[in-house]
């Protein structure tokens, strides 16, 4: 097998006494010169609205408003533990936070639908990893932008794009994987029930803990893929390569009693990993200032009439005594 990576590896710092092998599986993967991809019934990825290949990347949308783009497999998944290791590159010409919107890789049981959670649809059930590049939130002073973010969906949870989808937040963190001098990376690694999000975006070529979720079940049979949108704002939103590993370990006893056949996304004791999120927003500073302007405004002009109709009432008693 020439794609077969025959290094052995640590899972984590904190589980030093497991080892796994990874497999490259070429099936799972997009990767330069693209030949997989296209509409063809021997492709095993499709392109999807603005998406469009080129020699050096899979551009999902351009510098332009209103695009949304997407690439997905084809081909069902069926690895038990794997890695997903995606190169990406999100720049354009707005200053920072006047860009938007971001990109998405997915693990989802539907594939090839428009909607508005980065280009994908909303209640989806599966595995999303977010790369938020515009703050829509008002309050943003808990993180800074861009922001990676994991959510599973059940078919039913929604995305609060209006609130960065914090209520469905299991983990993330502020990466700075936009207009970068250095190559980005995400790396999305699956094993024993347990989700890691990993970042290399600063040119040290290391890995950066981003998310660690544990409990995590996800049934097989799903797909893999990336979608982006942009809306008022806008940026070029591309894929340079999406590569699968499979991973392979030895269960524990443990393990292998609790095997069990997954067939909706769940998490154990999700409550654990749910970000807090204030009821009503507030107001912000500017809220204020003019809530407060008109409602002293308005006060005066109740002022006003009363001491006018009290004038007019004052005027017309004094004339009754001539």
Known sequence: MAATVSSLKRFSAAD???FTEDFFKKEYSLAKPYSGLGFSSFSQWDLMGTAMVTPDHVRLTPDLQSRQGAVWSRVPLILKDWELKVHFKIHGQGKKNLNGDGLAIWLTKDRMNNGAVFGNMNQ???????????????KSHDRSF??????LGNGSLVYDHDQDGRPTELGGCSALVRNSVHDTFLLVRYSTKRLTVMVDVDGKGEWRACADITGLRLP?????????????????????SMKLYQLTNEPTSEEAEEEEEVTIPRVDNMEQFQVKV??????????????????????????VVAL???????????????
Not at 124 to 138: H, I, Q
Not at 146 to 151: A, D, G
Not at 280 to 296: D, E, K, P, V, Y
């Open 278 to 303: 204030e009821e009503g927003g507030g107001m912000s500073g500017l809220q204020l200032f003019f809530t407060l302007l008109f409602s002293i405004l308005g006060l005066g002009v109740l002022g």
């Open 220 to 240: 097989s049979g799903y797909y893999f893929g990336a979608s982006s949108a942009t809306g008022e704002l806008s940026d070029n939103h591309d894929i340079i």
């Open 146 to 151: 861009p922001y990676v973010s994991v959510m």
């Open 16 to 18: 030093e006494h497991v």
């Open 308 to 322: 006018i109709l009290y004038s007019r009432w004052k005027e017309n008693k004094r004339k009754r005594f001539y």
């Open 124 to 138: 989806f059930t599966g595995l999303g990893v977010f790369l938020d590049t515009y703050p829509n939130a008002e």
